[in-house]
């Protein structure tokens, strides 16, 4: 079963940047598409990032464009998510997660099948 695990949260102020990595063990990373989500307090949680498994075709939230990359590197298990420009309304738990099936909406989170638990990301003003 795949174990994730997401580093690099904290606190930044507005306008600068974090770089958060998953780690995954216990599977073939290679295999799985991975996705960030982000959950606000009282919000529901929602998509930033995706990043496919074979071709490395890379998904990113209309909010997030121009400032988030996703990366990933099969050789250390890690999938990666640059954040630039940082803003107080990106402050979220920020979640990594992993899936499988080939051909899913990568932007749908019941989709995923491993989930990580989270690390803080907030921007203050």
């Known amino acids: 079963q795949l174990q994730l695990e997401e580093f690099g949260g904290g606190l930044v102020q507005a306008g600068g940047s974090l770089r958060l990595s998953c780690e995954a063990s216990?599977?073939?990373?290679?295999?799985?598409?991975m996705g960030w989500f982000r959950q606000a307090p009282g919000k529901e949680r929602e998509f930033v990032a995706a990043i496919s498994a074979r071709s490395g075709l890379t998904y990113v939230t209309d909010s997030a464009k121009g400032r988030f990359t996703i990366s990933r590197d099969n050789a250390k298990n890690t999938v990666y998510l640059q954040m630039n420009s940082l803003k107080p309304e990106d402050t979220a738990v920020y979640y990594c997660a992993a899936e499988v099936n080939a051909g899913s909406d990568l932007r749908v989170y019941y989709n995923y099948d491993y989930w990580g638990q989270g690390t803080q990301v907030t921007v203050s003003s």
């Open positions: 216990g599977g073939t990373f290679s295999r799985y598409a």
